[in-house]
């Protein structure tokens, strides 16, 4: 008898927290476990700022597709990392301003899975894709994307706290280099990332405590290091910030999170 193919039931792991899960938490939202709740609550009881991180980084997603979808007239958006859905997705927003949007969500969480394919739906004009694959394998999410994009044409390509999971920044940087090159000119590269250089009495010890307690493991970098992801590209103002500070209000308290928007020439 030949063994049952694997699901993504079969993926999820209810005794281990998990960052889609547990980030989830952090937002306010219910699709998540008690084993996620008890290390969200253990990070915020170390960083009790973290919460404020989750929100200032969805927030700054809002900003930066409306400002792509409405002032720039860029109406396809590849979202990789996208984590749980939840309001005011970039989708959404895109196709407020752009009914005809095109967006294509990359995630390999099967929990992610499951969600998005149920809720992550469409204008009528536009198209909305879920692929499940992984960040590193960037060759694959371009060929499962051109179903619904045109890589001829201008591409938001959005990594919102994704590339802290991936630990070697050599392989990151390579990573963003091949999305960024099956992309043309015109085209964007939206990042967030944590970093340890914009304050946060406990940040440090919680990435530790979560590297021992939760999956994916995570790592922090420095401003030099997240300017090398940008390498090539023309980067918008006001440039490398908290992404709490992208073109919002100069007195918005920092977080601990690096915001950048790119373009390509």
């Given at each position: 008898m030949e063994p049952r193919p694997q699901t993504a039931s079969d993926r999820i792991r209810s005794d281990v927290a998990h960052n889609a899960r547990v980030?989830?938490?952090?937002?306010?939202?219910?699709?998540?476990?008690?084993?996620?709740?008890?290390?969200g609550d253990q990070v915020t009881g170390m960083y009790p700022i973290i919460g404020e991180v989750a929100r200032a980084d969805?927030?700054?997603?809002?900003?930066?597709?409306?400002?792509?979808?409405?002032?720039?007239?860029?109406?396809?958006?590849?979202?990789?990392?996208?984590?749980?859905?939840?309001?005011?997705?970039?989708?959404?927003?895109?196709?407020?301003?752009?009914?005809h949007a095109r967006i294509v969500y990359v995630d390999n969480d099967?929990?992610?899975?499951?969600?998005?394919?149920?809720?992550?739906?469409?204008?009528?004009?536009?198209?909305?894709?879920?692929?499940?694959?992984?960040?590193?394998?960037?060759?694959?999410?371009?060929?499962?994307?051109?179903?619904t994009l045109d890589l001829g044409r201008p591409v938001a390509v959005m990594m919102l706290g994704i590339l802290n999971f991936v630990l070697d920044t050599d392989e990151a940087r390579s990573i963003v280099r091949t999305l960024m090159a099956a992309v043309p000119s015109g085209s964007h590269l939206v990042l967030t990332h944590p970093t340890l250089e914009l304050g946060g009495e406990g940040n440090e010890a919680a990435m530790r405590f979560w590297n021992e307690n939760?999956?994916?493991?995570?790592?922090a970098r420095s401003r030099e290091e997240f300017a090398s992801f940008l390498d090539g590209l023309e980067i918008l103002e006001p440039g490398i910030v908290s992404c709490s500070r992208w073109r919002t209000n100069e007195r918005e308290p920092e977080v601990a999170q690096f915001g950048a928007v790119a373009r390509k020439p």
């Open positions: 980030w989830n938490y952090w937002l306010g939202g219910k699709d998540n476990y008690p084993v996620d709740r008890t290390v969805r927030a700054f997603l809002g900003r930066v597709v409306r400002h792509l979808a409405g002032d720039v007239g860029v109406d396809q958006f590849l979202d990789v990392g996208t984590g749980l859905p939840t309001v005011n997705n970039t989708h959404e927003i895109a196709q407020h301003t752009a009914p099967p929990i992610v899975l499951a969600h998005a394919r149920a809720l992550l739906t469409s204008t009528l004009e536009g198209a909305t894709e879920y692929i499940d694959a992984d960040a590193r394998r960037p060759d694959q999410i371009l060929r499962a994307a051109e179903p939760a999956t994916p493991p995570i790592t």
